[in-house]
């Protein structure tokens, strides 16, 4: 184990690892929500929401996903900045039982196809002002469908205007797009989550060094 892990016998008397509950992610967070529903989960430029809110956005984004045909064992590529919409897909997709490819929101179009094709991702969640570099290259990936939120989406009414007034307005307008789906349309539909039978072994999240 320590020619594997060679930093381990720097520990000293700190235990090598921890005893992690068998559940899932979203199991995980939801027993968090059950202990303190009324306390605040994220505070997003004056936006905040309790535990109690994070799980019913997290469960509606689910059954959205899942409508649109997301299911246990598919790939989802995130590709956001810090805010809420990535967050709450997170653990929509761990719901589910499908997998979180999170990949940095500057990356350049050839990156994202690498990224799209290595995990076989069929869906993608990226904002308004990254949808050109996902249209550039979706044709030669497997993701079909292409999820587009705004930051102005998580902000209270006055910051959401003062963001339009001086970036937001300055993002290219998205065409009409077959393959995109507006967050806010995506979460006023819904299809019943069946239970997951994913276990705390199976893959969950991929990440890129």
Known sequence: ?????????YYGDVPHSLDYPKVTMYEA????????????????MGYTATYKEFAQLIDRCAEGLYALGLREGDTITISMPTTPQGIICFYAVNKIGAVASMIHPLSPPKEIE????ISNSKF??????????????????PCKTLLLTKISDFLPGLKAL????????????VPKDP????????????????PSSMKTDDMAVILYS
Do not use: C, H
Request: charged share 25%; no cysteine.
């Open 114 to 117: 690498f990224y799209l094709n």
């Open 124 to 141: 993608a969640l990226t904002i308004d002002a990254f949808y050109g570099a996902f249209k550039e290259i979706m044709d030669k990936t």
């Open 29 to 44: 967070l939801m027993r968090t929500v059950q202990r303190k529903p009324n306390a605040v989960a994220w505070d997003f």
């Open 179 to 194: 393959r995109v789906v507006w967050w806010n349309d995506m979460m006023k539909i819904s299809s019943a989550v069946p």
């Open 1 to 9: 184990m320590y020619e594997k892990k060679p930093w381990l016998k």
């Open 162 to 173: 003062g963001f339009y007034l001086t970036k937001g307005r300055k993002i290219p307008k």
